[in-house]
């Protein structure tokens, strides 16, 4: 029976009924990946915690208060401390002996250079480093380190984004020490340096960062704070910070998978790949045995964040197979921005070590689960502890549902802030997709929260509740249960006992943005409540009971549509919500306009947190990041389809055919409905590129927000088009030739 088969050549047959596929099974990129996985073997080093227990490692490369106050003369670290605490101005004459004290530190753990870290607009993190070491006249080096290069850099960094604030002509940026976030050092194997944190703007003073707008909207925050707490009688003007504790989601797949698809190299997510036949239904990975290659990668990602100060804290399977999280406690606003940028950094390059990648991306694979970064909010001092804390006693209950009903009116009134901050090609992919929040902003309080604000709406004052007379007065209102009880997944900013979860956030996001929203839009409520309440006690020094209470029922009055307890995933809710008359925006292009806004631009000047030019030099980035992300990935289905895809379908199509040819020869029929159906399916796909080629040519849409929609309402679901007719060549053309490696092989190989 053999001779049936035979080969081409043997048998005469011309070229157009040649057998079998010419790519040996191995000579795929996946096949190759496969082998390459197999063959692993584990991760040779070891760290061992008996040795050096983990409280060794925590902060040995930060030049913390404790070792400035080792190393600085005793006024200039006070002056420090004013600065960092109290967020009092820097005093510059210190500058010089702080310099000095942290170069000796940093070149005493082996630093040769100092680096200016900073945030560009792009959400990643920028370094420019410099060494110490100068020339001197006698041919020798002098180590250097001035109080001005500390305070002060000069990156050119003119192709950073800068929505026009800079023409290259004029390209000048500053970095500017920011004290408030400490220094430390990176290591790496040949050599360390000194890292200062650092602002970034232009000649004109302007942000060209994440991090400057954070300080100011902080600073906002704080002011406006401290009138509410002064209504209550708090007057020591400890400085009120906002705290942040991000938990990042992320996925871990072997590195071999990651280089053979150049989706996930080049876009970060994959734009091709049939869903798996085990998916994440079965719910067996979720907080499941944490796969021992992972858990040692996340010993060694957690110890280096521990040097660098760090404070991660919780680590555990994800819903998705392959997707993990972990959480640091809570920091200040500021110091947790940078934190989580080093969070990043530090996954992606100890998952190296490891052989896997550290997948950021909010959707890297369709199907399944996508990765958020819930950040957790919260606002507190030294003096009044977390102000978001109900607290035991009646007096602190009327201060907290101040700070509450401040927020959700924040909230209400700022829904397309919320929604724009969190707006992003990846994270268009897992909002509103079940398994994150909608895209319609709702607040979850609770049901003992949401009881009480419903009592105030309803007139408040003597209705009952079981724990016994309510009244939002000071003196009568019962203690709040500590736990609101409930949670609530589906919720994308929620209550949660004392903070509230932002869960809208993408993974992939510096938490920049919706911290500068969220500090700003509360600075502004909480300006409003302050003014309220002063302006009734001003009139009558008693009347704090009845001002809260008119306070509070006038907000849960206009404000309570915010506030949505129930499923955020369901039909039912889009509906009511739409009744309501909240907003729902859908995509990015829907969402970014209204970060500039005429409410938005006019709040963010007022609060000195963004000047109307910086503001909408952001959103002309975003609308640009936007649209070259949605180019990157069109480019790139257009380049796989063609180049991976395409030959290996029709490959399969000539065996296919070459077999059909054959059997004829020798008088057998051929069911041809398998050749029938991948000549369909090449055909669709030579058209589905075709269409996709032809959205990404239209360049009629210029104006920014133009270009967005294009690229939301064509070229995306062109790209969707064509992702479905590969996804049904995946299932459908031989094992050993499909050239990307597998949603099941990437999902679930450890
Ligand atoms: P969960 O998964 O249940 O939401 P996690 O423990 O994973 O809880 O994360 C909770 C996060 O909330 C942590 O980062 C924690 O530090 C943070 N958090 C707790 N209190 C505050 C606060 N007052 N302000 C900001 N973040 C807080
Ligand atoms: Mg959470």
């Known amino acids: 029976m053999s001779t049936v088969f035979a080969s081409p050549s043997e048998n005469g047959q011309t070229s157009g009924a040649t057998g079998g596929a010419s790519t040996s099974a191995a000579s795929t990129p996946r096949r190759s990946a496969v082998a390459a996985v197999t063959n692993?073997?584990?991760?040779?080093?070891?760290?061992?915690?008996?040795?050096?227990?983990?409280q060794e490692y925590y902060s040995t490369n930060v030049f913390t208060k404790s070792v400035m106050k080792d190393r600085l003369p005793k006024s200039v670290y006070k002056s420090l401390v004013r600065t960092i605490d109290s967020g009092e101005k820097l005093d510059p004459e210190i500058a010089d002996i702080v310099a000095s004290a942290i170069k000796d530190w940093a070149m005493e753990k082996g630093a040769t250079h100092y680096a200016h870290i900073f945030y560009p607009l792009t959400g990643a993190t920028a370094e420019k480093h410099d060494s110490f070491l100068s020339p001197t006249a006698d041919g020798s080096t002098l180590s250097e380190f001035s109080g001005k290069q500390l305070c002060q850099g000069e990156p050119d960094g003119s192709s950073f984004p800068s929505g026009g604030i800079r023409v290259t002509s004029q390209a000048r940026g500053y970095t500017i020490w920011d004290v408030t976030s400490p220094a430390y050092i990176l290591e790496n194997p040949n050599g360390t340096t000194l890292c200062i944190p650092t602002a970034f703007v232009s000649w004109t003073g302007e942000a060209l960062d994440k991090k400057t707008p954070v300080l100011r909207s902080m600073q906002a925050l704080n002011k406006h704070a401290q009138r509410v707490l002064k209504v209550f009688g708090h007057t020591d003007g400890a400085f009120v910070a906002s705290t942040a504790g991000p938990e990042q989601e992320y996925f871990l797949i072997d590195r071999n998978f990651y280089y053979a698809r150049p989706d996930l190299l080049n876009a970060g997510r994959t734009l091709f790949g049939a869903k798996p036949p085990k998916g994440q239904e079965f719910d067996d990975h979720y907080f499941g045995a944490i796969p021992e290659r992972v858990l040692?990668?996340?010993c060694e990602a957690e110890r280096e964040l521990f040097k660098l100060g760090i404070p991660v804290k919780t680590r555990h399977n994800e819903v998705a197979p392959g997707q993990f999280e972990v959480a640091p406690v809570f920091e200040s606003a500021n110091v947790a921005a940078d934190h989580q940028q080093q969070m990043m950094l530090t996954l992606r390059k100890i998952a190296e070590k490891y052989g896997m990648a550290c997948l950021l991306h909010e959707k890297p694979f369709a199907g399944v689960n996508g990765s958020g970064k819930h950040v957790n909010w919260s606002l507190g001092s030294s003096s009044q502890g977390n102000l978001l804390d109900p607290g035991d006693t009646p007096h602190d209950n009327a201060k907290f549902l101040v700070f509450c009903a401040a927020i959700i009116r924040a909230v209400y009134k700022h829904q397309d802030l919320m929604r724009a901050v969190v707006a992003s090609a990846g994270n268009d992919h897992r909002l509103g997709a079940?398994?994150?929040?909608?895209?319609?902003?709702s607040i979850f309080l609770g049901d003992q929260l949401t009881d009480i604000f419903e009592q105030i709406k309803g007139g408040g004052a003597n209705s009952s509740l079981p724990s016994g007379t309510l009244e939002v007065g000071v003196d009568v209102l019962p203690p709040l249960p500590k736990d609101a009880g409930d949670r609530n997944r589906t919720s994308p900013f929620a209550f949660t006992g004392n903070r509230f979860e932002f869960r809208a956030v993408g993974s992939n996001q510096s938490i920049s943005g919706p911290l500068v929203a969220m500090n700003t839009i509360i600075a502004e409520s909480v300006d409003f409540c302050a003014g309220r309440l002063e302006d009734a006690l001003a009139n009558d020094p008693d009347s704090l009971n009845s001002a809260v209470q008119s306070l509070l029922s006038e907000i849960v009055g206009e404000c309570s549509a915010i506030i949505f307890n129930g499923d955020g995933y369901s039909e039912e809710w889009h509906r009511e919500a739409a009744e309501r008359g909240l907003l729902n925006l859908k995509t990015t292009a829907d969402a970014l306009p209204h970060l500039a806004s005429p409410e938005n631009t006019q709040m963010f000047a007022k609060y000195g947190v963004l000047s109307a030019r910086e503001l909408h030099s952001r959103?002309?980035?975003?609308?640009?990041?936007?649209?070259?992300?949605?180019?990157?990935?069109?480019?790139?289905?257009?380049?796989?389809?063609?180049?991976?895809?395409?030959?290996?379908?029709?490959?399969?199509?000539?065996?296919?055919?070459?077999?059909?040819?054959?059997?004829?020869?020798?008088?057998?029929?051929?069911?041809?409905?398998?050749l029938d159906?991948?000549?369909?399916?090449?055909?669709?796909?030579?058209?589905?590129?075709?269409?996709?080629?032809?959205?990404?040519?239209?360049?009629?849409?210029?104006?920014?927000?133009?270009?967005?929609?294009?690229?939301?309402?064509?070229?995306?679901?062109?790209?969707?088009?064509?992702?479905?007719?590969?996804?049904?060549?995946?299932?459908?053309?031989?094992?050993?030739?499909?050239?990307l490696p597998t949603y099941q092989e990437m999902l679930f190989i450890k």
């Open 677 to 739: 159906t991948v000549t369909a399916l090449v055909k669709s796909l030579q058209d589905g590129i075709a269409t996709l080629e032809y959205a990404i040519a239209d360049d009629s849409a210029v104006a920014p927000e133009d270009a967005c929609r294009h690229r939301c309402d064509a070229v995306l679901p062109s790209m969707l088009s064509l992702r479905e007719t590969v996804d049904k060549l995946e299932l459908i053309i031989a094992d050993d030739i499909w050239p």
């Open 296 to 298: 040692a990668f996340m």
């Open 434 to 441: 079940n398994e994150a929040p909608p895209a319609i902003i």
């Open 40 to 54: 692993r073997l584990a991760s040779p080093q070891t760290i061992n915690f008996v040795d050096v227990p983990a």
């Open 619 to 674: 959103l002309e980035t975003y609308q640009e990041q936007y649209c070259m992300t949605v180019d990157v990935e069109a480019n790139l289905a257009v380049n796989i389809a063609r180049t991976m895809i395409f030959p290996a379908a029709i490959r399969y199509q000539n065996e296919l055919a070459s077999t059909c040819a054959n059997l004829k020869v020798v008088g057998f029929e051929f069911d041809t409905e398998t």
